[in-house]
């Protein structure tokens, strides 16, 4: 299994950033995806979780309505488009999934919210 994210970088307050994770290595269809992050000196937390077709999206609170998750079951691929960024968003953001009751991360993408 891997999980390779891109799109991160630095952004001024109030920008936009689409997050990609390509994935392989497992039937990526029928998976649940989820994105986290990770601030300096505090724990990784959920952001958004998107179901296996697509269509049930969960996502953390202080991001409903700015951010939106998705996927592309023929790229293999999802996504976290991230509107209205704020500098506490900050962080670095990993790709998740459970496979085989295995757990996996990719290596993250480092999102700057900064003036």
């Known amino acids: 299994v891997q999980l390779v994210e891109s799109g991160g970088g630095l952004v001024q307050p109030g920008g936009s950033l689409r997050l990609s994770c390509a994935a392989s290595?497992?039937?990526?269809?029928?998976?649940?995806m989820s994105w986290y992050h990770q601030a300096p000196g505090k724990e990784r937390e959920l952001v958004a979780t998107?179901?296996?077709?697509?269509?049930?999206?969960n996502y953390e609170e202080s991001v409903k309505g700015r951010f939106a998750i998705s996927r592309d079951n023929f790229r293999n691929t999802v996504y976290l488009q991230m509107n209205s960024l704020k500098p506490e968003d900050t962080a670095v953001y990993y790709c998740?999934?459970?496979?085989?009751?295995?757990?996996?991360w990719g290596q993250g993408t480092q999102v700057t919210v900064s003036s």
């Open positions: 998740n999934t459970k496979y085989r009751n295995v757990v996996y």
């Open positions: 998107i179901s296996s077709d697509g269509y049930s999206t």
């Open positions: 290595g497992f039937p990526f269809r029928w998976y649940v």
